[in-house]
């Protein structure tokens, strides 16, 4: 079935630095979703990408839609101490744009001030 | 313009009881959607409503059960409980079935013992 990879699974990093994470499946996505969540919160939508090749940015943050379509990336400049939180990629399950989504296992980021 | 909502924020149940959770929709928005996270993993899709009527279904048994009232809030009913069914429950709702824009609510923390 389609299941999404995350990695790393988790980053410690300094405070001002830049950050990378990506997602991977075995199977194509027509749509890639990058989430955050904050301890005790729901999932946020940060980025959406809905064609192969697209980038886009959201303030410091940047996602890419990976051409073969089975892959995206989420980069974050100048981290903060508020970037901490999980990161997730997710996408629709099945074919077709339904609206119900598969998520990855989640990249965890921690930012030393 | 009010967010998802959901109730209760923590539950502690039996195995074997039965729990109903709930959840008000953003306003507007006719499709809600329910997830499950267990800790550490990413949101699982468990089943959506459109218009009062299930619209897709994740990899659930039938003791996983759902409602939407014609205001388009929701509830998620579980029977049987199962100490593998302690878990967060996220509602998320949006306009229409296509719609990516969604909004989670914070989530019921609900424990199994």
């Known amino acids: 079935g389609q299941q999404l990879n995350q990695s790393p699974q988790s980053m410690f990093i300094q405070e001002g630095e830049d950050v990378s994470m990506n997602c991977t499946s075995s199977?194509?996505?027509?749509?890639w979703l990058w989430y955050k969540q904050d301890p005790g919160e729901g999932p946020v939508l940060l980025i959406a990408?809905?064609?192969?090749?697209e980038l886009t940015s959201n303030g410091r943050l940047t996602a890419q839609f990976g051409i073969t379509r089975k892959d995206s990336f989420l980069n974050i400049s100048a981290s903060i101490p508020s970037d901490v939180g999980i990161y997730f990629c997710?996408?629709?399950?099945?074919?077709?744009?339904?609206?119900?989504?598969?998520f990855g296992q989640g990249t965890t980021l921690q930012v030393k001030p | 313009e009010t967010g998802v909502t959901q109730s209760p924020t923590h539950l502690i149940k039996t195995r074997g009881q039965q729990v109903t959770l709930r959840c008000s929709s953003q306003?507007?928005?006719?499709?809600v959607s329910w997830y499950q996270q267990a800790l550490g993993q990413g949101p699982q899709f468990i089943f959506q409503?459109?218009?009062?009527?299930?619209?897709g279904r994740g990899n659930f048994p039938p003791r996983f059960s759902g409602l939407q009232f014609p205001n388009y809030s929701s509830e998620l009913n579980v029977n049987a409980l199962e100490l593998d069914d302690s878990a967060l429950y996220l509602c998320?709702?949006?306009?229409?079935?296509?719609?990516?824009?969604?909004?989670f609510g914070s989530g019921t923390r609900l424990t199994v013992v």
């Open positions: 998320a709702s949006s306009l229409g079935m296509i719609d990516y824009g969604y909004t």
């Open positions: 199977s194509i996505f027509n749509t």
């Open positions: 990408l809905y064609k192969a090749g």
């Open positions: 997710a996408g629709p399950r099945g074919s077709g744009n339904t609206g119900k989504l598969i």
């Open positions: 306003s507007g928005h006719n499709t």
């Open positions: 409503y459109y218009r009062e009527e299930e619209n």
